[in-house]
């Protein structure tokens, strides 16, 4: 009988575990089975809009384009000046206006003056990468959060730049959600920043 019972015992064992496995097996498969998306699952943004027409670059982006622009006219002009000084000062010298040590004095002045110019433009410029580089990592912060909170509930399971899309049906576009958050977001950082 004890020989009996032990693989009776032993039989039922592997047999409930393989029934334990089995039914794992197939939750694990339920679980990992891809689930079906529908077209309500899926929205698009068309982000280059949003960024043109948020608050913050109405506000401080379009300045800081402007003062790039200033920047970079300065620059132009300031250059503009030191050739037209230096081809004065070779026009002299071919006329026989100043004497060769007088003309080497002022050439060296002249690129004295390029050399600050050009350290002093170099500055401007990291400066205004700087700036640029830290309002775009804003902009993207708004946007980012802003979708964030849209789809907070998980309503969407797949939102995408408009950029990338060839064809869509337009009322899969969030891009005015988009842009009312990201105006949200911004004028509540621009108020927490003032206090």
Same mark, same amino acid.
Request: charged share 25%.
């Given at each position: ?10 039989a ?11 039914a794992?097996?197939a939750?694990?498969?339920t679980?990992? #089975?891809p %689930? ?6 899926? @929205?698009?943004? $068309?982000v280059? !809009? ?5 608050? =913050? ?13 200033k ?33 080497? #004095?002022? %050439? ?6 390029v @050399?600050?110019? $050009?350290?002093? !433009? ?5 400066? =205004? ?15 980012q ?13 797949l ?17 005015? #959600? ?6 949200e977001?911004? @004028?509540?950082?621009?108020?927490? !920043?003032?206090?």
């Amino acid at each position: 009988m004890k020989k009996t019972l032990f693989p009776a015992l032993a039989a039922s064992l592997l047999l409930a575990a393989c029934g334990s496995n089995n039914a794992e097996q197939a939750q694990t498969a339920t679980e990992t #089975a891809p %689930q079906q998306v529908v077209s309500s699952d899926i @929205a698009y943004v $068309q982000v280059e !809009a949003v960024l043109a027409q948020c608050d =913050l670059y109405q506000t401080e982006g379009v300045a800081l384009q402007e003062k790039t622009q200033k920047a970079q006219k300065s620059w132009a002009q300031r250059e503009k000046n030191l050739q037209a000084e230096a081809a004065q000062l070779q026009e002299k010298y071919e006329k026989g206006l100043i004497t060769s040590r007088d003309a080497q #004095a002022q %050439q060296e002045s002249i690129q004295k003056k390029v @050399a600050s110019y $050009q350290a002093n !433009a170099q500055k401007e410029a990291q400066t =205004l990468d700087e700036e640029n580089f830290v309002f775009s990592n804003r902009a993207q912060d708004l946007l980012q959060r802003a979708v964030k909170e849209i789809n907070a509930d998980g309503k969407y399971k797949l939102i995408i730049n408009a950029s990338a899309l060839i064809d869509a049906d337009t009322t899969l576009n969030i891009t005015p #959600a988009v842009l009312a958050k990201v105006n949200e977001l911004y @004028a509540a950082d621009k108020k927490n !920043a003032q206090k």
